[in-house]
């Protein structure tokens, strides 16, 4: 089981250090989709709010989850490995200052490395979607104030990302000084959603030079797609790909159900595998070697 320090957030700012390095975080919303990016080796990982609320609530990423779903969520997450940073959605906060700070003082205790907050109103939707609705500045600004505010009192690492949505509705040079106000009140990264054009995103490195930028690839979302090698040339310190397991997760799974609804039973190689993969997958040989040096005899013949 995992018992390392908690070091995810000193893990992220030490990844950062590197100025030639781009983090490259994949989605990931539950215990499964978690394991199996620890098991691919990534550097970090990014719990996605649309995935928390279509995987815990079984609904589209309309501002449906509260604080509570989200930061149990990212909790668990980040408890699977705590030396692997884990960045976490964490919406507009919640509501005013004060339901900023409760925020950020939950994701941190929980062992969050960065949370981002944005400037959409309380009545959400994902950042790729139209439509869109925002809080004026000085509104987006006080979360800013608090959650920076609040990190710093409870003596978090935690780092502090500024969303705004505001390219689509106001254009880029309204996200842009939103973004820069947001630097002067001291939070740690940028992230411009749905930037239209390469141009653009490399504009926002040009833009926020010597201030960690955050990338957000959706497929056939509002942002072209880029290649690692792509966002690296342009400047990103921090790229997350927030929706990578969902097609690929309905497409098999749907297939698996069709077999069994068609035929009456699972396909072959699923009766194949058995759940020892998946087991092993979640840690079931290091429960077993963790009881048997403790002493304990309850799963000698677990790993046989």
């Given amino acids: 089981m995992a018992v390392a320090p908690l070091t995810g957030a000193k893990r992220l700012r030490q990844l950062l250090a590197d100025p030639n390095k781009l983090i490259v975080a994949p989605g990931v919303f539950d215990g499964f989709t978690a394991r199996l990016a620890l098991a691919a080796g990534f550097d970090a990982l990014y719990m996605t709010g649309a995935g928390t609320s279509i995987s815990k609530l079984g609904w589209a990423d309309l501002g449906v989850a509260t604080l509570n779903d989200m930061v149990a969520n990212a909790s668990m997450i980040a408890s699977l490995n705590p030396s692997v940073p884990v960045m976490a959605d964490a919406d507009t906060g919640y509501g005013g200052p004060l339901m900023v700070s409760r925020t950020v003082a939950q994701y941190a205790r929980a062992g969050i490395a960065a ?43 935690m780092l502090i990302i500024a969303r705004t949505d505001a390219r689509q509705s106001y254009g880029f040079g309204e996200a842009v000084e939103r973004l820069q106000e947001a630097v002067r009140i001291g939070v740690d990264v940028v992230f411009l959603e749905a930037m239209e054009t390469e141009e653009e995103a490399a504009k926002v490195n040009v833009i926020f030079k010597g201030t960690y930028t955050f990338l957000n690839m959706v497929p056939g979302g509002t942002t072209p797609n880029m290649s690692v090698e792509k966002a690296q040339k342009l400047g990103f310190r921090i790229m997350i790909h927030p929706v990578i397991c969902f097609q690929p997760i309905m497409d098999a799974v749907k297939k698996e159900f069709e077999t069994l609804k068609s ?31 403790a002493g304990g005899k309850a799963y000698a013949a677990v790993g046989d």
């Fill in 263 to 293: 035929t009456g039973l699972c396909s072959e190689q699923n009766a194949a595998a058995g759940v020892k993969n998946a087991f092993n997958l979640a840690g079931l040989q290091e429960c077993i070697a963790l009881d048997r040096e």
């Fill in 115 to 157: 949370l981002h907050i944005e400037d959409q109103v309380q009545q959400k939707r994902c950042g790729h979607l139209l439509g869109k609705q925002l809080v004026d500045r000085e509104t987006y600004y006080a979360r800013l104030r608090a959650a920076v505010k609040t990190r710093n009192e409870v003596g978090s690492d």
